[in-house]
């Protein structure tokens, strides 16, 4: 396993034009390329995926979705296929994203789509988290029930193309992120509920990125205090040069 640290923007429903979304697009890949320790992925919605993809393959440099279809083809109004996205050079997919769950993607929902992005040869990046925290520790036990729930079914030899960005949700769009050492914390216990699942190996193997309010002032010290592969970026992945020195802060990190 590569020990390059994972960024994923997920640049969410922005922008609203084409050409800010190749101007984010290219400048992110200019940055990436001289990265030398970090694998960005950006995430734009689907109509802006062929334009933000690069003619010439880089290694630093990916394109995901921001989610897919649970069917393959056919009379599916509004819905948009794993192969489709991965015809149009899509590498990875982001399931069960909070917002998503929100509008009504159950644990068996995500589960269907991390099979279709692992049929069609691509990474799933599955998003899990805790809504709330409370002194008894209930988001343990609703995370570890989240992470099961949403690898049912998946089998063991797949398992080497997931990557799981814990975002708590009472994170994502806040004004200040976990604590790194929380996120150190919640990483270890990802990673042993995916051992629980999937076998000791694959539990070490597994990339565990963080993710909600990651900004370029608090992305170097999350990633080396909290101890993980990476981080899910919402909002700062499309603020330039906000996301540039965000990339160039965990590339430091080494
Ligand atoms: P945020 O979003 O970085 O804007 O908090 C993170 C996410 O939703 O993945």
Redesign the pocket.
């Known amino acids: 396993m590569s020990s390059h640290k994972l960024i994923?923007g997920?640049w969410?429903m922005n922008p609203s034009t084409l050409e800010d979304a190749k101007r984010i697009a290219k400048r992110t890949r200019t940055v990436a390329a001289r990265l030398a320790h970090t694998e960005v992925v950006v995430c734009p919605p689907f109509p802006f995926i062929v334009a933000a993809s690069s003619r010439k393959p880089s290694a630093n440099f990916h394109i995901g979705a921001q989610s897919v279809s649970i069917e393959e083809g056919g009379a599916h109004t509004g819905e948009v296929g794993a192969s489709m996205l991965k015809n149009l050079g899509a590498e990875y997919v982001?399931a069960g994203?909070?917002?998503q769950r929100a509008s009504g993607d159950t644990d068996e929902t995500v589960s269907k789509k991390i099979a279709r992005i692992l049929e069609s040869g691509m990474t799933a990046i599955v998003?899990v988290g805790e809504k709330s925290r409370d002194e008894n520790g209930g988001h343990f036990e609703f995370l570890k029930n989240q992470i099961k729930g949403s690898f049912t079914g998946i089998a063991e030899d797949k398992v080497k193309h997931i990557v799981i960005?814990y975002?708590p949700v009472w994170?994502?769009?806040?004004k200040e992120?976990m604590v790194p050492s929380d996120v150190n914390e919640m990483s270890i216990f990802v990673k042993k509920t995916f051992a629980d699942i999937f076998g000791a190996e694959a539990g070490l193997k597994l990339k565990v990125l963080y993710?909600?309010?990651?900004?370029f002032r608090n992305a170097g010290e999350i990633v080396r205090s909290g101890r993980v592969d990476g981080l899910?970026?919402?909002?700062?992945?499309v603020n330039m040069p906000g996301f540039v020195e965000l990339l160039k802060a965990v590339d430091e990190v080494g």
């Not at 993710?211 to 900004?215: E, K, L, P, T």
């Open positions: 994923i997920n969410k982001i994203h909070s917002e998003c960005a975002e994170a994502i769009g806040a992120a993710g909600g309010a990651v900004n899910l970026v919402g909002r700062e992945s």
